[in-house]
């Protein structure tokens, strides 16, 4: 059995080397912006059968008005971060894989690229969120939840309700701190998080000045109240200004953490951390968890999901 490396914050965010020059001297001219959209923190979701529409039992009128409110929210953060100065957006759907946006009331401003699905074909190859690559300014992770176990927190979970903990060199992240270090492979700062008071809470404990907008507070585990929806959106476009704005100037730094790193999962079930321990280069810690190797950070959940670049189709 091995144990993974313990790693304060300041260390978890820099352990690597980084060169001296400023964040914005390295940028591209102009600023593009990827947008990776989850639902459980977005304006005006309350409920599980908003979050999760697609569950047996849902009613149609709440898997469509939950739908709405979604494309709602992407196309008001959108217009809120074009008239901050981006100049183009990739704005990627990654909840339950995607297709959740009502597309013909999207906007159809040209300095928009959608990605109808968080996985897609780029340069003849599948991969996970195309269009992340280094000219990318600043990646933005509005309608986010919070990690798994977290107390205070609408539908808090980890990827998947299967998964009750993902350290990365012993620190334990969600799917904030996942994102964010797979797009820290092309040195891509995380700098604003949406969601619920303890979602945001999470962003800034593990990303010290990423800007958050808080639109909601759990009132059960499956249950928020929270801002109107026209409210929530001018709290999280004046927040957006801000995001863009530490783009701009450089104030952010990407996530870096030591390579190879050691992602550890600890499973709900017995039974499936034994099927991922059939996984080439996967260990088994113990009945519930399992433990690899990486040595990219773009791969850092490829070996437990598929997701990552040059993807099996």
Not at 109 to 117: E, F, G, L, N, T
Not at 235 to 254: D, H, N, S, Y
Request: glycine share 8%; charged share 25%.
């Amino acid at each position: 059995m091995t144990s993974s490396v313990r790693l304060s914050r300041r260390a978890f965010l820099g352990s690597a080397v980084y060169p001296a020059m400023s964040l914005a001297a390295q940028q591209p001219p102009g600023l593009k912006i990827f947008v990776l959209w989850d639902m459980e923190g977005s304006s005006g979701i309350f409920t599980r059968e908003q979050a999760w529409y697609w569950e047996e039992g849902v009613r149609e009128p709440v898997a469509a008005e939950a739908r709405e409110l979604f494309t709602a929210d992407a196309n008001s953060l959108s217009a809120a971060a074009l008239a901050a100065g981006a100049n183009r957006l990739i704005v990627c759907d990654t909840h339950h894989g995607g297709g959740n946006f009502v597309r013909e009331k999207l906007s159809t401003d040209p300095r928009i690229a959608y990605q109808y699905h968080s996985k897609g074909i780029e340069d003849g190859k599948l991969r996970w969120m195309p269009g992340m690559d280094r000219t990318v300014a600043g990646l933005m992770l509005p309608g986010h939840h919070a990690k798994a176990m977290t107390e205070r927190a609408f539908m808090p979970h980890s990827n998947s309700f299967g998964w009750l903990d993902f350290t990365i060199n012993g620190q334990s992240v969600g799917e904030i701190g996942i994102e964010a270090c797979y797009a820290g492979h092309w040195d891509v700062p995380l700098i604003f998080v949406q969601g619920d008071e303890a979602t945001c809470d999470e962003a800034q404990r593990q990303f010290p000045g990423v800007v958050t907008a808080v639109v909601k507070q759990a009132a059960a585990p499956e249950l928020a109240t929270g801002l109107p929806p026209e409210a929530a959106r001018r709290e999280t476009g004046r927040k957006v200004a801000e995001a863009i704005e530490k783009a701009r100037t450089g104030q952010l730094r990407p996530f870096k953490t030591t390579l190879p790193m050691t992602v550890t999962v600890r499973m709900r079930t017995a039974d499936a951390a034994a099927k991922v321990a059939t996984r080439p280069g996967v260990q088994r810690l113990d009945d519930h968890t399992v433990e690899a190797r990486v040595g990219r950070q773009c791969d850092v959940e490829k070996w437990i999901t598929g997701a990552g670049l040059d993807m099996q189709a």
